[in-house]
């Protein structure tokens, strides 16, 4: 699903990732209508702007990743004030694409998304790790310590610690020597065992334990 205020950006973007192959379940024009059609059309990726008239996209993407975890938002804006970059992450984007990224660009990020890659435009993938990592020092709110935490599998930690370190899913299966596919079903089975609904919350627990350190040489 493809969101944006501009009529004809929005439509050259619905046009250019259906010419790539991909089904547009819907599009909108703004924060209200966004929430509204994506809750009917369920797609599995949204394509959000952030500067969007009735509610922000902030506020659109914090409301249907709470009520839809398994969504995965990439962000495509013309701003890539760290601020704004910081903020998305926070409310639950997977992703963060400028708006002067290529067509290439964009449908192989809604595709890497879709199967739960975090993609960002180069030089903000850091930005945010660093994030994870101040966060990470900071209480965690609503999250109480499990002293009965269940156990991760040894691939299951290997996995983690690389999604951690900011790697991406392609990466780790060519680092582990595994499937793409492999790597996404250890994912998500940590997800499951952690009760953690997204690689945010996933890289926060990782560095909080120290995880993303171990073996290291």
């Known amino acids: 699903m493809v969101v944006d205020d501009h009529p004809m950006w929005r439509d050259a973007v619905a046009r250019d990732l259906t010419e790539a192959g991909l089904d547009v379940v819907a599009t909108a024009g703004d924060g209200e209508q966004a929430v509204r059609r994506a809750r009917a ?12 008239p009735l509610k922000p996209g902030v506020q659109v993407c914090k409301e249907l990743v709470g009520s839809h975890p398994a969504l995965r938002v990439l962000v495509l804006s013309a701003s890539g004030e760290h601020a704004d970059v910081l903020e998305a992450v926070k409310s639950g984007a997977t992703g963060y694409l400028l708006k002067s990224a290529s067509t290439k660009e964009l449908t192989d990020a809604v595709r890497r998304t879709a199967v739960g890659d975090a993609v960002f435009t180069p030089g903000l993938a850091g930005l945010v790790l660093g994030e994870y990592r101040r966060l990470a ?32 899913y392609k990466q780790i299966a060519e680092r582990l020597v595994i499937s793409h596919r492999t790597v996404q079903n250890h994912v998500q089975n940590t997800l499951g065992k952690l009760q953690l609904h997204n690689r945010v919350e996933l890289v926060r627990y990782a560095i909080e334990r120290g995880i993303d350190k171990a073996d290291d040489a």
């Open 41 to 52: 059309a369920a797609p599995d990726v949204l394509v959000l702007d952030l500067n969007l």
């Open 137 to 168: 020092t900071e209480p965690a709110a609503g999250t109480p310590e499990d002293p009965k935490a269940p156990r991760l599998t040894d691939r299951e930690t290997e996995v983690l610690r690389l999604v951690a370190k900011g790697l991406s």
